[in-house]
Nanobody
């Protein structure tokens, strides 16, 4: 069954840190790059970071040097470690497999809300 479950969001002050977790079903996770997306109200989802099956990663320019995206292939989990948080990081965060999305996969999890404010 194709499932994505995000967790770990919440409120943090600017400069603080949060760590998000994504549990993905095996058919989504296996041999696929995984990505975190964020979507502010009224906007399209934005790719925040991508991690490949071998653990190499790419992060968006807006979060470079602040976020990392580890994955645990044995547990079918991907994480987003968010450091030095800024108010502009306030969004709903989702995980998914960009390769599957490109091929027509249409399922998303509920996302997890991140609020960064003083």
């Amino acid at each position: 069954q194709a499932h994505l479950v995000e967790s770990g969001g919440g409120w943090v002050q600017p400069g603080g840190s949060l760590s998000l977790s994504c549990a993905a079903s095996e058919n989504i996770f296996n041999d696929n790059a995984m990505a975190w997306y964020r979507q502010a109200p009224g906007n399209e989802p934005e790719v925040v970071a991508v991690v490949h099956p071998d653990g190499t990663s790419n992060v968006g320019n807006s979060v470079k040097g602040r976020f990392t995206i580890p994955r645990d292939n044995a547990k079918n989990m991907v994480y987003l470690q968010m450091n030095n948080q800024k108010p502009e990081d306030t969004d709903v965060y989702y995980c998914n497999a960009p390769g599957l999305l490109a091929s027509g996969y249409r399922y998303w999890g509920q996302g997890t809300q991140v609020d960064v404010s003083a």
